[in-house]
């Protein structure tokens, strides 16, 4: 079996996980910062790279106790290194470039958009196994700064169909909520009170593009 360790730092969140053989979710452990930010309306950088400061390496030390791991268990550690905030960014490096030279291991840089297409191939156990999806496939990417649409036609073979012009889904929503004097995030908030709205009090035009 091949543990790897992944961490991750792109923006607001510390996340650390052990993901065994490239599919199953052994451990998955997340550090928010939602109560931190949520006076600014969003993510201020400065503290949210801070923080990762503080959390990371509770948060790498608990997901590997909930892996029931020790460090001779990993094949490797893999972290996030773009896109995303630099400084929030630069603590997840780091700290797993160190862990890589102290262990002997050998270090993965993994692309944040990636990323977020090959969940689609996690498990987790207790939810029992599923076929990994299969080519060719169309994969939406929805995150708090990317909204986009990619063509896989293999492992690592990517074509950028498109993507908003002018903002991200989540990025839009945090600042709709801002602008309704909604609370951080965006997107609970007014899910939460769109559920007291009336769908027909205004005609909304099409969204379309040719």
Known sequence: MTNILGIETSCDETAAAVVADG?????????SQVDLHAQYGGVFPEMASRQHILSIMPVIKQ??????????????IA???????PGSLLVGVNTAKGLAYGRGLPLIGVNHIEAHVYTNWLEIPEAGQHPAPEFPLLCLVVSGGHTELILMRDYGQYERLGGTIDDAAGEAFDKVGRLLGLPYPGGPAIEQAAKLGNPTAFKLPRAWLK
Not at 63 to 76: K, R
Not at 79 to 85: A, D, E, F, I, R
Request: no cysteine.
């Open 63 to 76: 997901a590997m106790d909930d892996a029931h791991l020790s460090w001779d268990d990993l094949a490797a």
């Open 79 to 85: 972290v996030t290194y773009g896109p995303g905030l």
């Open 23 to 31: 599919r199953t979710i052994r451990s998955n452990v997340v550090a």
